[in-house]
């Protein structure tokens, strides 16, 4: 289904990224995702690599986050974006 999204998107010039947020994601899941759509995938769901997303003092209830959650997220997501796409033009 993923696969069939990002080809229809890119008949319109459209290019996908899905992005992984913390607290809603399973490993199973999340390994194969990025295995079979490595260029698509914005992963901030690891706990080691985001710690403070994954801390109750962030959180709002237990799957979302709060303002400073939301804050540090959207940070962590828009550094990500920006590297993804570095990486690309490169």
Same mark, same amino acid.
């Given at each position: 289904m993923m696969k069939d999204i990002i080809e229809k998107s890119k008949a319109y010039g459209i290019e996908v990224r899905f992005i992984i947020q913390p607290r809603l994601a399973s490993?199973? %899941?999340?390994h194969a995702i990025k295995k079979q759509l490595p260029d698509y995938v914005i992963d901030v769901a690891d706990p080691n690599k985001h710690k403070e997303l994954? %801390?109750?003092k962030n959180a709002f209830d237990k799957?979302?986050?709060n303002?400073?959650?939301s804050t540090i997220?959207?940070?962590l997501l828009s550094r990500d974006f920006l590297e993804m796409e570095k990486h690309k033009a490169q």
């Open positions: 490993y199973r %899941e999340i994954w %801390e109750v799957s979302h986050m303002k400073k959650g997220f959207t940070a």
